[in-house]
Structure formats: structure tokens, C-alpha cells
């Protein structure tokens, strides 16, 4: 069983940063796809960002340019550097892990997931 950790989350004014973190207990994290996804209150839980084994990347078009998704293989951890945030990125946000060889948006194709981190972005 995989165990995925987020940490990193909190209350910040429109305009700040804010870096998450998503330490998993599995040796073999390197070989994995990862996912940061967020769901805010009556909404679907959406994909923000995606990284692939060999840290390929992806975003959704509401984030491109402001967040940055990386990972340290050696540190089994996955970041999500957010910047220039905005009221609307306020969502608990979750990172994921996917066994699948194609990686998708579809949050029912990730099989492990983190219990999430609040994010609120101030006006």
C-alpha cells in the first residue's frame, strides 16, 4: 500500500507563493507518473499538473506559467511551486500516483492518494 503524505499548504493573499510537497512511502516511486489535482467546494476534483517517470510535465491551461511541477526521485517527493495565485486557485489540493503507463487527467485512473492540503488564496 502506498502511502502519499501533502504538506506545504495554507493562507496566503493573491499574488503569493506557496510550495507543496508530496512525500510517498514507496521505493519504487521513481517508476510512477504523479498527479496534483484540487477540488474547491461544489466543484469537480480537477487536474492541475502532471509529471511522468521521465518528468514529462503537463498543466491545466488556468495554471500554465504560474505553477511548477517537479520531482526528486532520490527524496521519493513530489513539488508543486504556486505562484502568482489568485482567489480562484483556493482548493484542497491532493497529489495522486497512477500504475497506468498512460497518463491521463482522469482522477479515477490514479490509484493512490494523498488526504490533501488546504490552499486559500486571499483577496
Known amino acids: 500500500q502506498v502511502q502519499l503524505v501533502e504538506s506545504g499548504g495554507g493562507l496566503v493573499q493573491a499574488g503569493g507563493s506557496l510550495r507543496l510537497s508530496c512525500a510517498a512511502s514507496?521505493?519504487?516511486?521513481?517508476?510512477?507518473?504523479m498527479g496534483w489535482f484540487r477540488q474547491a467546494p461544489g466543484k469537480q476534483r480537477e487536474l492541475v499538473a502532471r509529471?511522468?517517470?521521465?518528468?514529462?510535465?503537463n498543466y491545466a491551461d488556468s495554471v500554465k506559467g504560474r505553477f511548477t511541477v517537479s520531482r526528486d526521485n532520490a527524496k521519493n517527493t513530489v513539488f508543486l511551486q504556486m505562484n502568482s495565485l489568485k482567489p480562484e486557485d483556493t482548493a484542497v489540493y491532493y497529489c495522486?500516483?497512477?500504475?497506468?503507463?498512460?497518463?491521463?487527467?482522469?482522477?479515477?485512473?490514479?490509484?493512490?492518494w494523498g488526504q490533501g492540503t488546504q490552499v486559500t488564496v486571499s483577496s
Open positions: 514507496e521505493r519504487t516511486f521513481s517508476y510512477y507518473a
Open positions: 509529471i511522468t517517470r521521465g518528468g514529462s510535465t
Open positions: 495522486a500516483l497512477t500504475t497506468r503507463l498512460v497518463v491521463t487527467a482522469t482522477p479515477t485512473q490514479y490509484d493512490y
